[in-house]
């Protein structure tokens, strides 16, 4: 039993060691068709160990640059970015990567989804129209904090619909420049290069699917916004408690800033020891 227990977790070594060097692409499907055969505590421990060298090896790999060439100095020209286009960038940025979430956790079926091109990448946005007003409720609510440098984070949190335990937290912290008036001299970021950095974190949320343990009962979804303490609440809302994963594990992702916000986002999940 023992020799058996050894030789299988040897084999899925070996076996996804060898797919992460020989083909990235492969390592995704060979672990939804071996799920089943593999040991979830061990494939734990390899994503634990390998999370970083996963998100590394496909966000530093080549393709990044088919879509986009490398910037030159010539093409990196800048653009004058004032608080009300930062604060859509942000905002829009939030819309996406929110949407393609609840795709990809499976929140909602896939057929009520249908793909965009935004970022030079191919999005999954909902057709529901229940949740449209609902983000888009949210979402204007948010940018109105956004303008006045109230919001400190958003959080996207995922609950078992039937032990309710918090499952994953999506945060994504924001840092402003508080300085920044709608009159302020706009400061200078190529829109170029504030697209590359939301590609790069958009295509690791994306992998991240690999990474994350599979949310095997339904579950449903909640949006936190953490503002400034004395700010007012308005009708709609309600204040919440944080909804912490207790025995968590993180993923960080990369940031991106449009010199007035800058965005940090990392991913939270429930770990099963
Ligand atoms: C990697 O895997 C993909 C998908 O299975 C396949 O299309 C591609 O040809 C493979 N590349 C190499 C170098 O083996
Ligand atoms: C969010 O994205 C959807 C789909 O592209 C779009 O219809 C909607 O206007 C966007 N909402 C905001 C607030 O950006």
């Known amino acids: 039993m023992k020799f058996f227990f050894m030789s299988s977790l040897m084999f899925n070594l070996l076996h996804i060691l060898k797919l992460i060097q020989a083909n990235r692409s492969n390592l ?18 390899i994503f634990q160990f390998h999370s970083k060298i996963i998100l590394q090896t496909k966000f530093f790999c080549s393709d990044l640059e088919d879509d986009f060439p490398i910037l030159g100095e010539k093409q990196a020209t800048k653009n004058p970015i004032t608080l009300r286009g930062s604060t859509e960038i942000v ?63 958003l959080v996207l949190v995922l609950t078992n619909v039937i032990t309710k335990e918090v499952m994953e937290r999506w945060v994504f912290n924001i840092e402003c420049d508080k300085a920044m008036t709608e009159d302020s001299k706009p400061k200078q970021k190529s829109e ?28 449903t979804f909640d949006l936190l ?37 800058k965005v940090d986002t990392y991913i939270s999940y429930k770990f099963e020891k």
Not at 30 to 41: E, G, R, W, Y
Not at 93 to 112: A, D, K, W
Request: negative net charge; aromatic residues 10%; contains cysteine.
């Open 28 to 45: 995704k499907q060979f672990l939804q068709s071996n799920s089943q055969k593999l040991n979830f505590q061990i494939l734990e421990k």
């Open 91 to 153: 905002t829009e940025f939030f819309n996406y990567s929110i949407n393609n979430i609840l795709f990809m956790r499976g929140i909602y079926p896939v057929e009520s989804f249908k793909s965009i091109n935004k970022y030079g990448l191919t999005i999954q946005t909902t057709t529901d129209e229940e949740l449209q007003n609902y983000l888009s409720q949210v979402l204007q609510q948010l940018s109105q904090w956004l303008m006045k440098h109230q919001v400190k984070s």
């Open 192 to 219: 170029t290069e504030i697209r590359l950095e939301i590609q790069a974190i958009i295509r690791q949320i994306m992998a991240s699917v690999s990474i994350l343990p599979l949310l095997v009962d339904p579950c």
């Open 225 to 261: 916004i953490y503002t400034d303490d004395d700010i007012e609440i308005p009708k709609a809302w309600e204040e919440s408690d944080p909804k912490f994963i207790t025995n968590s594990q993180e993923i960080k992702l990369r940031s991106f800033t449009t010199k007035i916000h």
